[in-house]
């Protein structure tokens, strides 16, 4: 006998979720991609809301009332487990895997905004930038545990879809994913008028969602920093630093540091950039009162954390954060004609003489033939 198991928006759901998920998970690690995992990330809060809605309202076998949930039947199914019980919804295994995944998803994302917040000070939590910044490390390490705990229920999930589809070829489990009918005697499911409402509101609201936050300078995605204008800030600054190189931020380096540069300028990283003494002091303040310590952006924390007990640095490519964040990036690039130098920071951040240096806005610039 042949039985309708998975509807249409089940089975559309489960789909969207798992294509959300993957997505999420390996944008995850590129810092130019932050908008896309985030985005993704957001539409996927989206679905698992809906899903465990569904699990109240759905049709039968959608519900977590037909889940086994039974700490008995499921040391049972994994005795039996060549000889097992069929079950037209989620088995005892499935079940637990599922019911986990759901609250592991949950917990993703929510860290994930969390984080997205805390640390790059974007999004919706954004505010939470300034009271927890010194956290963000923290909650990026529990953001990665939850997302690598995810990725093993989803090998586990897998696992069990094709160990079944080996041991039991005639139910046809793993086709019923695809077409929401499995080999088993048991009831079909139909969908009242409110079920199909509510699914298409829901998965359109997931897509939705992932496109405002992707294509529109949304509060989804928005960043709490604006640009500074360093020229209406310190004229000085800007005429003095920029005309010779990057007009690097000063949250990039601490106080020490930034002492230490100014009051050594005869012998400025082998140049004499000696200037009188009224604009000197002018600069030195500005640099010192906008160092790293009065900074809550990501790069100023970082920076500041590797360099501690060794604020003697005073060359931003010397700081281990700088090191770390570049050590993959081959050699080679930073001889190009293009860039010239690991100095050169406004050849890949735009962005960064308006004191941004932003994920999505890192550009290497490619070799010109």
């Known amino acids: 006998m042949r039985a309708y198991i998975w509807s249409l928006p089940t089975r559309v759901f489960h789909m969207m979720f798992a294509a959300f998920i993957l997505t999420a998970y390996f944008s ?8 896309l995992h985030v985005s993704f990330g957001y539409a996927i809060g989206i679905l698992v809301i809906y899903r465990i809605i569904w699990g109240f309202v759905g049709p039968s076998y959608s519900r977590f009332s037909d889940f086994s949930l039974h ?25 637990f895997v599922m019911i986990t995944m759901f609250a592991v998803v949950l917990l993703t994302v929510i860290t994930g905004i969390l984080t997205y917040g805390i640390q790059e000070g974007r999004g919706i939590l954004s505010f939470l930038n300034t009271p927890y910044f010194k956290e963000m490390k923290l909650f990026k390490e529990i953001h990665e545990f939850f997302s690598t705990f995810l990725m093993v229920l989803v090998a586990l999930h897998v696992s069990g879809v ?9 139910t046809d489990t793993l086709g019923s994913i695809v077409n929401g009918h499995k080999n088993i005697d048991a009831p079909s499911v139909t969908l009242n008028l409110f079920q199909k409402i509510f699914s298409l509101l829901a998965l359109g609201a997931a897509m939705d969602v992932l496109l405002y936050s992707l294509f529109f300078n949304s509060v989804l995605t928005r960043s709490h920093y604006s640009p500074i204008s360093y020229q209406k800030e310190n004229s000085a600054f800007v005429a003095e630093c920029g005309s010779c190189h990057t007009l690097y931020p000063p949250s990039l380096l601490p106080r020490a540091s930034w002492s230490k540069m100014m009051d050594n300028l005869e012998d400025h990283f082998g140049e004499d950039a000696s200037l009188d003494e009224a604009t000197r002091v002018s600069i030195k303040e500005y640099l010192m009162k906008n160092s790293a310590e009065s900074s809550t952006k990501e790069s100023a924390f970082y920076i500041l954390e590797s360099i501690k007990g060794n604020q003697d640095i005073i060359a931003i490519t010397q700081t281990p954060y700088w090191k770390k964040r570049h050590a993959e990036i081959d050699k080679s690039i930073f001889s190009r004609n293009e860039i010239k130098s690991k100095a050169n920071c406004k050849a890949c951040h735009s962005d960064i003489e308006k004191g941004m240096i932003e ?11």
């Open 162 to 170: 094709i160990f079944e589809r080996v041991m039991d070829k005639e």
């Open 359 to 369: 994920d999505m806005n890192i550009k290497i610039p490619k070799i010109k033939a």
């Open 28 to 35: 995850g690690d590129e810092d130019k991609l932050s908008t």
């Open 71 to 95: 700490v008995k039947e499921l040391k049972e199914s994994v005795l039996n487990i060549f000889n097992h019980k069929k079950y037209a919804g989620h088995n005892p295994a499935a079940s």
